[in-house]
């Protein structure tokens, strides 16, 4: 009797230690972006008994930031969050975030090499630390309405030299707008780059600046001739696109569905329009690791990130979201090659990736958003001066750099 209660008590407590580790991972995806998060996640718990993941949405970006914060501030955090990219130095300069640097050496030096090269210049920060793994990362793209197009005898504009002219032309012939340039600096981060500028450096924004006066004056240029609109929301922007009221659109290539929700037609997916050369910002959000967690259950986060990374999970990722993949070696997955074959249009944000860049990620960026869209509003919707409102923006914004 007692070797079979001795044998009983071990059982239960081999059991006991055998509880797979639980992990939180707070994230801001919602709608079929969201279902897709929960697609993996449950992917990833069928695949193993030792880590279950609990997923919970938590807002969009900037509310999930203040969230965590929030969280940080009163001494606790999730395991694992997702972070937008221009939002991760924020929060590793509150040394809350484990360093992953170490982690991407010896056995995973391999997971490394295979990101994409925007990718790695993304996550390394200036000390040499990595704070965290891209997961659902983009670029913008032009979506276009091909019948709109064709009654004014044009093509999807590839450079500014000729965007001007298409744009006069589908304005007489359509009696639409080309298209509507939005505030959010997103798209002119990589216009400006095309155009052999910048658009912040260490010291402050670059938006006075020749290189990157001249795109906003081509768009300003653009509007007051009656041929391109403002952009005020994105959901607007998508909206009008459905109705007829805009040519083209420019988007995250993860919009693709959300656009396809709001048309009625066949649309075409164009890559973003250049200056001198093309060049594209990489946006969306990483995942991080909170470095004061447990030790098993950062072993536990670090396992999940792994998974997410392989290029399985990339290509089902990719075909759920149309976000791209972070590693090269999942384009080269036979089914991934199938399905973009069949899908061309859907191959348009990885054929930008060689010559893609990080979005800035200098701390006091963020910051400088809000004022930098309210200074291009002024000059869009009530005629403020260029110049003027561009030196007064950098003189305004300068103290967030310092």
Avoid: C
């Avoid at 090269?117 to 630390?129: A, C, L, S, T, Y």
């Avoid at 004014?152 to 080309?178: D, H, L, N, S």
């Avoid at 990736?353 to 002024?378: M, N």
Wanted: no cysteine.
């Amino acid at each position: 009797m007692k070797k079979i209660v001795s044998l009983l008590a071990g059982l239960l407590l081999t059991a006991a230690f055998a509880q797979p580790v639980q992990l939180s991972f707070q994230h801001a995806m919602s709608g079929p972006l969201g279902e897709a998060v929960t697609t993996l996640v449950d992917k990833y718990n069928a695949s193993q008994d030792e880590v279950v993941v609990n997923e919970e949405f938590i807002g969009s970006y900037d509310q999930a930031l203040q969230k965590i914060l929030a969280q940080l501030a009163a001494g606790s955090s999730p395991d694992i969050a997702q972070l937008e990219v221009a939002l991760v130095a924020r929060v590793a300069e509150s040394g809350n975030l484990f360093d992953l640097s170490p982690r991407l050496q010896g056995d995973y030096q391999a997971l490394y090499d295979d990101l994409w090269p925007v990718f790695r210049e993304q996550i390394q920060r200036e000390d040499g630390k990595i704070y965290a793994l891209p997961f659902n990362n983009s670029n913008p793209v032009l979506y276009y309405n091909p019948a709109l197009l064709e009654q004014a005898g044009v093509e999807p504009p590839r450079t500014y030299a000729e965007f001007p002219e298409i744009a006069r032309k589908i304005k007489e012939a359509t009696g639409a707008y080309a298209v509507a340039f939005q505030g959010f600096p997103w798209v002119l981060e990589g216009t400006v780059w095309s155009n052999g500028g910048e658009i912040v450096g260490t010291d402050g924004l670059k938006l006075n600046e020749p290189n990157a006066l001249e795109v906003v004056q081509t768009w300003t240029d653009m509007i007051r001739s009656g041929d391109a609109a403002v952009g005020t929301s994105l959901e607007q922007m998508q909206q009008d696109f459905g109705a007829g009221k805009l040519a083209m659109v420019f988007g995250s290539v993860a919009s693709y569905f959300f656009v396809d929700q709001a048309v009625d037609f066949e649309f075409g997916v164009a890559p973003l329009p250049y200056f001198d050369e093309p060049k594209v910002p990489v946006g969306g959000a990483d995942l991080v690791i909170f470095s004061g967690i447990p030790e098993e259950r950062q072993e536990a986060a670090w396992d999940f990130l792994v998974w997410l990374a392989q290029p399985e999970q990339q290509f089902d990722w990719a075909r759920m979201t149309n976000y791209v993949p972070v590693v090269q070696s999942a384009t080269e997955l036979p089914a991934f090659q199938a399905f973009l074959a069949e899908n061309p249009d859907r191959r348009v944000g990885i054929d930008q990736l060689p010559y893609a860049r990080p979005r800035p990620s200098l701390p006091g960026y963020p910051q400088a958003t809000p004022e930098i869209v309210e200074a291009l509003e002024s000059i869009w919707l009530q005629n403020a001066p260029v110049e003027e409102t561009l030196n007064q923006l950098v003189d305004r914004t300068r103290r967030y750099f310092r």
